[in-house]
C-alpha cells in the first residue's frame, strides 16, 4: 500500500519530486460529532450496505460495533488487514463487494 501511496502522492517538479497532497488533510478536523449524532445519520441510510472491515484496522477492535445495528440492512465482512488492506490484499475485498452485489 505505502508504493501505491508514494505512486499517487509524488509529483515530478524540476530539481526533483515534491509530495502533492491537500494540505487540509493534515489539520485536526473542527468537526467532531457525537455517537448521537451519528446515530442519526447512519439510521437513515436505507439502501443495503456492504461494511468491510479489516481486523487490524479503526475498529477492527469492536470500539464501533455498536454503530454496526444503526444500519437497517447491513452485511458486515471481516478480512485481514488494516485500513489499507483494499490495496495490501484487493481480491478479498472485490470477491466481497461482486458477492454483495451479485
Known amino acids: 500500500s505505502a ?11 524540476d530539481g526533483g519530486w515534491t509530495w502533492r497532497t491537500d494540505a487540509r488533510l493534515r489539520i485536526t478536523s473542527s468537526l467532531r460529532l457525537t455517537d448521537e449524532q451519528v446515530k442519526g445519520f447512519v439510521e437513515r441510510i436505507t439502501a443495503p450496505t456492504l461494511l468491510v472491515l479489516g481486523n487490524e484496522g479503526l475498529g477492527g477492535d469492536g470500539r464501533f460495533d455498536h454503530r454496526i445495528e444503526w444500519l437497517r440492512d447491513v452485511r458486515v465482512t471481516r478480512l485481514p488487514g488494516r485500513h ?12 466481497a463487494i461482486k458477492t454483495f452485489l451479485g
Do not use: K, N, S
Request: glycine share 4%; charged share 30%; hydrophobic share 40%.
Open 3 to 13: 508504493r501505491l501511496l508514494c505512486e499517487r502522492g509524488l509529483e515530478q517538479v
Open 84 to 95: 489499507h488492506l483494499h490495496m495490501d490484499d484487493p481480491l478479498p475485498v472485490a470477491e
